[in-house]
C-alpha cells in the first residue's frame, strides 16, 4: 500500500462507489451500492509546532473499508480499484439500519511497527457511523473520524536501542485494535504480557500509532523518552489527540557538563547521533596538537575532545548547497539551516536544527576577524589531518563571509592549508 502522508494531518475527502448488481436467487435483498466516506476535518487540532508541511492522507489502489450494520454478523468489503471502492456482495438491509465502516480493517495489528513513515497508513484507524437509519438503497454517507495518534519518536545516539511499549491506565499492554461491532469506534486490544510495538537500533526518526483519547503511558524498555527534554512516561486522562502526533527523543538534546576548570558548559545537539556540541569555543586559542589531546591530557578534561572533521560536515550534518542565482553557499535540506547575525554587535553564524526534536536547538560560531574588516572567519580545529602536497596539515571547519556591495558567506566546510603549529578556535563535543 502506497500512502501519502506530510507532517500535518489536513482535510481528505474520499468517494467510495461500488456497481450494483441484482442477484437473482434473493429478489427482495439487492447486493451492491454506493458508499461516500468523508474524513472528519483534524486540521484544527492536528497543529504541528516545529514542521512547516502537510501530513495528507489519501487512499491508494487495493485499499479496504470493512462495513457493516446490526443485521448482519461479519462485515462487507469495499476494495479501491484505483479510482474508486467497490463491493459486489455489500447487501442492502432489510430494514433502516446505522452502518458503521473501518478502515483500515476490523482488526489493526499494532505490534512490532516499522517505524517508516510510509507505513504508518496501514495502521491510521478510521471509523464512522451512518448520521441515520438507512437500507443503503439509496447509498451511504459516513463520517470517518482518526482514533489514534502518532509517536515521532527519535533515537538521538549512534547506539540507541529502541523497544517502545504502551500500557493502558490498568497496566495492560496495548497489542492492537478490533472494531466496536454497530460503533463508529475500536475497542483497544491488550495483553498481560509485554507487547512491543517498535523494536530499532541507532540514531534516526521512527513512527509509532498509538490509541488516542484514552490514558497511556510510553516506555522504551527500562529508560525514559523525553519531550522538550522533559522526562515524559504518562498521558493525563484524555489520552492524545486523535488526528496529532507528538515528538519524543530518547535521550536530551541539550544539557550541561562540567569541564577540567570547573565550568559547567552547557551542550546542544543538532542532529540525531550528532555530537553534542558546546556552545561555546575554549578560551584561548590553541594549536592542531593541542587541539587534539585526549582524556585528562585535553583542555577541558576527559568529558570533552576536538570532533573529527566528518563527524561534524557532510550530508544531514553541516552541510551546504549552491545557490541556482548566485552560487554561493545557502542551507541544504536535511541539514542544519545556517545564517549570518549580528549579536551584541558582534558578528556570527547560527545553525538550527531541522530535524524532529531538533527545530528548537542552535549552535554560534563566532568570527576571527581578518586583517581586512571586510572580511570575516568562522572557523575551528577538528581532529582530523591530511596530507597536502606532501606537508602534514591540520584540517579546519570554516565558514568565510565578505562585505562588498553586501555581506555574504563565499566558502564552507574544510579548509586544510594551515600547519599544526598556528592557532584557532577550537570548540569541543562530548566525549561520550
Known amino acids: 500500500m502506497k500512502k501519502i502522508l506530510y507532517s500535518v494531518f489536513m ?4 468517494v467510495l462507489a461500488a456497481c450494483s448488481s441484482d442477484d437473482t436467487t434473493e429478489p427482495a435483498v ?7 466516506a468523508n474524513v472528519e476535518d483534524t486540521d484544527t487540532r492536528a497543529t504541528i509546532t516545529d514542521n512547516e508541511g502537510k501530513w495528507k492522507f489519501a487512499f491508494a489502489t487495493n485499499d479496504m473499508v470493512k462495513v457493516g450494520n446490526d443485521q448482519v454478523n461479519g462485515y462487507y468489503t469495499f476494495t479501491n480499484d484505483g479510482t474508486v471502492f467497490a463491493s459486489t456482495d455489500a447487501k442492502q438491509a432489510a430494514t433502516a439500519a446505522t452502518w458503521c ?16 513513515f510510509a507505513d ?8 464512522g457511523a451512518t448520521a441515520s437509519a438507512t437500507t443503503g438503497s439509496d447509498g451511504l454517507t459516513v463520517t470517518m473520524k482518526a482514533k489514534v495518534a502518532v509517536l515521532r519518536i527519535v533515537g538521538v545516539n549512534k547506539d540507541d536501542i529502541l523497544d517502545i511499549d504502551v500500557k493502558d491506565a490498568d497496566g495492560k499492554y496495548v497489542s492492537g485494535f478490533t472494531a466496536k461491532k454497530n460503533s463508529a469506534d ?10 512491543s510495538l517498535l523494536s530499532k537500533q541507532g540514531a534516526g526518526v521512527y513512527y509509532v500509532v498509538v490509541p488516542a483519547g484514552v490514558k497511556i503511558s510510553v516506555s522504551n524498555g527500562d529508560k525514559s523518552l523525553y519531550s522538550d527534554n522533559n522526562p515524559m512516561s504518562t498521558t493525563k486522562a484524555d489520552g492524545l489527540k486523535a488526528g496529532k502526533y507528538y515528538t519524543l527523543t530518547t535521550g536530551k538534546t541539550k544539557g550541561s557538563e562540567t569541564n577540567s576548570l570547573g565550568e559547567t558548559i552547557d551542550w546542544v ?14 578560551k584561548e586559542d590553541m594549536t592542531w596538537t593541542d587541539a587534539t589531546k585526549t582524556g585528562d591530557e585535553y583542555v577541558w578534561g576527559a568529558n570533552w575532545r576536538t570532533p573529527k572533521f566528518d563527524e561534524v560536515f557532510g550530508e544531514g550534518k553541516l552541510n551546504f548547497t549552491d545557490d541556482k542565482e548566485t552560487g554561493l553557499p545557502t542551507s541544504v535540506a536535511g541539514s542544519p539551516s545556517f545564517e549570518l547575525k549580528e549579536q551584541n554587535g558582534y558578528l556570527t553564524v547560527v545553525f538550527t536544527g531541522v530535524q524532529p526534536g531538533y527545530t528548537k536547538n542552535t549552535l554560534t560560531l563566532y568570527d576571527k ?6 572580511n570575516h572567519n568562522f572557523d575551528f580545529w577538528t581532529a582530523s589531518d591530511e596530507i597536502v602536497d606532501g606537508e602534514d596539515k591540520g584540517v579546519l571547519f570554516q565558514i568565510q563571509a565578505a562585505t562588498w556591495d553586501k555581506l555574504y558567506i563565499y566558502s564552507f566546510g574544510k579548509n586544510t592549508a594551515h600547519w599544526k603549529d598556528k592557532k584557532f578556535f ?6 561520550k
Open 369 to 374: 576577524p581578518n586583517t581586512k574588516e571586510e
Open 186 to 195: 475500536f475497542d483497544v486490544q491488550k495483553s498481560d504480557t509485554k507487547v
Open 269 to 282: 545537539q543538532l542532529w540525531a547521533g550528532g555530537p553534542k556540541f558546546a556552545v561555546k569555543n575554549v
Open 30 to 36: 439487492k447486493r451492491g451500492m454506493v458508499l461516500k
Open 426 to 431: 577550537v570548540r569541543p563535543v562530548l566525549a
Open 101 to 116: 465502516a473501518y478502515f483500515p480493517g476490523e482488526t489493526i495489528d499494532l505490534r512490532n511497527q516499522s517505524g517508516d
Open 120 to 127: 504508518v497508513a496501514t495502521k491510521y484507524a478510521l471509523a
Open 11 to 14: 482535510l481528505a475527502t474520499m
